[in-house]
């Protein structure tokens, strides 16, 4: 008969050459911060804290990870907080997507090393819900994701505001001369005014949303509101169902699979999603040994309709999705299409999930928010992959975000060379530029020196917006954030920085956009690109040492998930 493996305090011992030593000076050491030992014969209930004084969103995590505790000690376990690497999205240089691969390995690290039975994933603000699913995906130790919930608009002048497509329209008021100094001012103090994360659609919403459509978090937890007390209560029943795990364990591997993937990606286009979220999910399906192939996406995008109207792509806020019905609502709209036999971290599928709450009778839903499936915003998903000589390993573009008269287009490109070039000219009165141009800028993607920015949403040249133009065409290897709209073509791979054919734009190329082709071409002669991409050097080198050595070394591209290339399961 195969000996019991370890539990709680007595799995993974410090190694000291005496098994029986370690459990002994581990438990005379926890007695010391004033436990007993029926407490520490309890399952260990690890629970990841993900703040910081740098981590805005993350403000009410004591309150919360009390309430996880709550959970824990009332189904019979012992709470243990441990805290990680935290990423505050605006608070990081060059960009937190540099530091989401630290905190992955962080997050997988501590809860292998740690005594732990199972764990609570506490995260929320954008990268922090990724890098923590990638960690107890590689980890593979029963896992609960706790997600911080989102801010809740707030009311200015009469008109509701929050963070952050709100902040976007308001810049581009203010680079347009309708909004002066003192009026963004008063604008800046009355945009994000509580905990929680964007109020909107942006990344930190959308990974919530896959993270409950991946069954990784509790049903119905994905969009309640950072201040309510309903998120109190998903802490704690969260707390609870990670005891439960140690009794029946579900693993994040019988979790995140080839199904429940298909499913955060149908959920991610019913959405209308951040674009950024292709790319962490993509990272943790590589965990799993899953593929998420661009052109599948598109086969998805094609079934799948636009059913929510939030912001940045409609009129309301994430608040508002919770109080509408919830993810719940979207999941039965779209239970045709789902795969439901996927398992979640509940103990149930998520077909048995749908099928409670449709017994339970018929679930409220606000058709203001969340559409019916047969009278939807959009036909076809908010997200689609582009290919084509300028992306031959594809780009993406949030179609729901974007404006229709420039999805077939030809245009001129007005190239930026970097980050720094487009600081310095896009306002420049000389700029020759137009409305019907293609802004093209270079050497912003993995392995820049920029590490991958938001930098996507390249501004409307000043003298442009000025004149009433409010949207373009503009195409990168960078980032957008989930909070950005506009005709953007983004994450182009392979990227400038290693030899990608974006690398050999030069103004004056005529570019072509075709969305209904799903291409994006670069329209020059190849015995000129040959020309060009024997004169092409790569723009930085490399760094010495440290972590940005290490993120140069093996970060990945962009249809990899950027996951480092030595983390991904085979």
Request: net charge neutral.
């Amino acid at each position: 008969m195969d000996k019991e493996k370890p539990k709680g305090l007595g799995r993974g011992l410090t190694n000291y050459g005496d098994a029986g030593f370690s459990l002994y000076l581990r438990r005379s050491f926890a007695k010391s911060m004033g436990y007993s030992g029926e407490m520490l014969a309890r399952p260990t209930i690890g629970i990841a804290d993900s703040r910081s004084g740098y981590n805005n969103c993350h403000r009410h995590f004591p309150e919360l990870i009390e309430a996880v505790k709550r959970g824990v000690f009332a189904a019979g376990g012992l709470p243990l907080e441990f805290p990680t690497v935290s990423l505050g999205e605006v608070f990081l240089s060059p960009t937190s997507m540099m530091f989401r691969n630290l905190m992955a390995m962080d997050t997988e690290e501590m809860v292998r090393a740690q005594p732990m039975d199972a764990v609570v994933l506490v995260g929320g603000c954008d990268k922090t819900v990724p890098a923590q699913l990638m960690g107890a995906a590689s980890a593979d130790r029963p896992a609960v994701q706790l997600l911080a919930g989102p801010m809740m608009p707030t009311t200015f002048r009469g008109e509701r505001l929050g963070a952050c497509t709100d902040c976007r329209r308001f810049w581009a008021m203010h680079r347009a001369g309708k909004v002066d100094a003192r009026g963004i001012e008063e604008v800046e103090g009355n945009l994000a005014t509580t905990a929680g994360t964007c109020a909107v659609m942006g990344t930190a919403s959308t990974m919530a949303a896959l993270a409950e459509a991946l069954g990784m978090a509790l049903p119905g937890t994905a969009a309640i509101p950072a201040v309510h007390a309903d998120r109190l209560r998903a802490a704690e029943a969260s707390g609870r169902r990670a005891v439960e795990l140690t009794h029946t364990p579900i693993r994040p591997s019988q979790v995140i699979t080839e199904k429940s993937i298909g499913n955060a990606l149908r959920v991610l286009l019913a959405i209308g999603g951040s674009t950024n979220a292709i790319v962490h999910l993509t990272a943790i399906a590589g965990r799993v040994g899953v593929k998420i192939d661009l052109k599948r996406l598109n086969d998805l995008s094609d079934s799948t309709p636009v059913l929510i109207d939030l912001k940045p792509t409609g009129q309301h806020y994430m608040s508002d999705l919770h109080f509408a019905g919830g993810l719940g609502a979207v999941l039965r709209e779209l239970k045709p299409l789902l795969n439901l036999d996927a398992m979640t971290v509940a103990g149930e599928t998520l077909g048995e999930r749908l099928e409670r709450e449709e017994h339970a009778g018929a679930p409220w839903v606000d058709r203001a928010v969340v559409r019916p499936f047969a009278e939807p915003l959009a036909k076809e998903g908010g997200l689609v992959a582009l290919f084509g000589s300028l992306a031959p390993n594809g780009a993406i573009l949030k179609r729901s975000a974007a404006d229709p008269t420039l999805f077939e287009k030809e245009g001129r490109a007005v190239v930026f060379t970097s980050l720094d070039d487009l600081a310095a000219r896009i306002d420049a009165p000389d700029l020759d530029v137009t409305a019907d141009d293609f802004l093209v800028l270079q050497n912003a993607g993995p392995k820049s020196g920029y590490a991958m920015p938001e930098a996507g949403y390249l501004p409307i040249p000043a003298k442009l917006a000025r004149a009433g133009v409010k949207d373009m065409v503009r195409i990168s290897d960078a980032r957008m954030s989930g909070t950005a709209y506009g005709t953007i073509v983004l994450h182009v791979s392979p990227e400038a920085s290693v030899g990608g054919p974006l690398a050999l734009v030069r103004d004056g190329d005529r570019v072509r956009l075709s969305v209904k082709n799903r291409c994006i071409d670069l329209l020059v002669a190849e015995d000129e690109l040959a020309h060009r991409r024997a004169a092409w050097r790569a723009p930085a080198a490399p760094p010495a040492r440290g972590y940005a050595k290490l993120y140069m070394d093996h970060v990945l591209q962009a249809e990899h998930g950027c996951d480092f290339d030595f983390l991904r399961k085979a």
